[in-house]
């Protein structure tokens, strides 16, 4: 009896595993190419990802979400990056550096866009504070957001230093929260309740074995596509077509990380594949929309150090031919990241009284099953 007790109990754990691994996936099979284990942007080796969500009184709906390349001190091991800039209606600090160098020595973090400077100072403080960088005059951060003025009181500038230090601390590889969780707290994608979303994908070993994660901030509009099916459009909310939807400006925030050894410029190359995505989901890049893709690679034979011993600077990169499956994996990856964004969310009433509806999620079952799209 003992035994048979001890054998139900291990498979509830496994049972119970599964669902908090899956519990964001939504019920599609979209692309080609497999998930990685946590269908995350830390499925990629090294990288780590912390929030701070400020849910507080009636108005304070507002957060922090960081990406950290590695876990070392990343102004000495500096990783090769890009930006891609799909629409330049936003307020994404250090982008120049980057495009200049072609690589980022700071945690990225992302939150509300009046909060962007405090976010610089906290990422300074951050880096100002590691032993290794006692004698550093320069730092360049990055520093993005979305505008959740609708459901956050963004005026009153909640988001504090140490909120962005918290997030920076707790910064951990494995399972990622998603949905109204860090910067993600108080967007809104699509007139649904937007958020934090991430997906992965892996390539095969023929093609590499490399894996892309990416994490998104949905706070955008248009008409919402799931796998091709025109959600929004049988949902009758859709730009357009009612009041709400009718603003389809916000942002979005797309972080692509590979443990493929890339240069920068393959990077860009990556990152504009991303961006791809945002169309393949119904978004339309309106025009108060700043859609930015960040891209780097966390493979350690790219690194950058600070202090180099050597004139020459080497490394093995992939080859532009080889970069295909790369491309796919970022398209894939990312057109998840927005939906689970979306499937993560929840319904939620912020400022002045505003709600926004999660994405009805039986209804889009059902316009799936309608066109054939539901893979359980």
Not at 142 to 149: F, L, P, S, Y
Not at 170 to 184: C, P, S, W
Not at 198 to 223: C, D, F, M
Request: net charge positive; glycine share 10%; proline share 3%.
């Amino acid at each position: 009896m003992k035994i048979k007790l001890i054998l139900i109990q291990l498979i509830c754990c496994v049972i119970i595993t599964q669902a908090q691994v899956s519990q964001h996936r939504f019920p599609v099979k979209t692309g080609i190419l497999p998930r990685g284990k946590y269908n995350a942007i830390t499925d990629v080796e090294g990288v780590l990802v912390g929030q701070k969500t400020l849910i507080r009184a009636d108005s304070i709906r507002t957060g922090v979400t960081v990406v950290l390349p590695h876990s070392g001190n990343l102004f000495q091991q500096k990783v090769p990056a890009a930006i891609y800039v799909g629409n330049g209606f936003g307020k994404l600090a250090g982008i120049t550096q980057v495009k200049e160098l072609g690589n980022i020595e700071s945690p990225i973090i992302l939150t509300n866009t009046l909060s962007v400077a405090t976010a610089i100072n906290a990422g300074i403080t951050y880096t100002l504070s590691q032993k290794e960088n006692a004698n550093i005059w320069s730092v360049n951060i990055i520093a993005g957001e979305t505008n959740d003025g609708y459901l956050n009181d963004i005026r009153g500038r909640h988001v504090t230093e140490n909120d962005v230090l918290d997030a920076i601390k707790d910064a951990k590889t494995g399972e990622v929260e998603q949905g109204n969780t860090g910067a993600g707290a108080g967007t809104v994608c699509f007139g649904f309740k937007g958020g934090i979303g991430t997906a992965s994908r892996v390539l095969p070993k023929v093609s590499g074995g490399y894996t892309v994660g990416v994490l998104v901030q949905t706070n955008y509009g248009g008409v919402l596509e799931i796998a091709g099916v025109p959600v929004g459009k049988e949902l009758g909310k859709y730009y357009l077509n009612d009041e709400l939807n009718n603003n389809v400006d916000g942002s979005c925030m797309i972080v692509v990380a590979t443990n493929a050894p890339l240069n920068a410029n393959n990077l860009e190359r990556l990152a504009k594949r991303a961006f791809m995505a945002l169309a393949k989901t119904g978004g339309i890049a309106s025009n108060g929309s700043g859609d930015y893709v960040i891209a780097f690679s966390s493979a350690d034979s790219v690194r950058i150090p600070h202090s180099a011993t050597e004139k020459l600077y080497t490394a093995s990169t992939v080859f532009n031919d080889d970069m295909s499956p790369l491309f796919l994996a970022a398209i894939e990856a990312t057109e998840e990241a927005v939906i689970n964004s979306l499937f993560a969310a929840k319904t939620m009433k912020g400022r002045n009284g505003h709600v926004v509806e999660a994405l009805p999620k039986e209804q889009v079952i059902s316009i799936l099953k309608k066109y054939n799209r539901y893979q359980p």
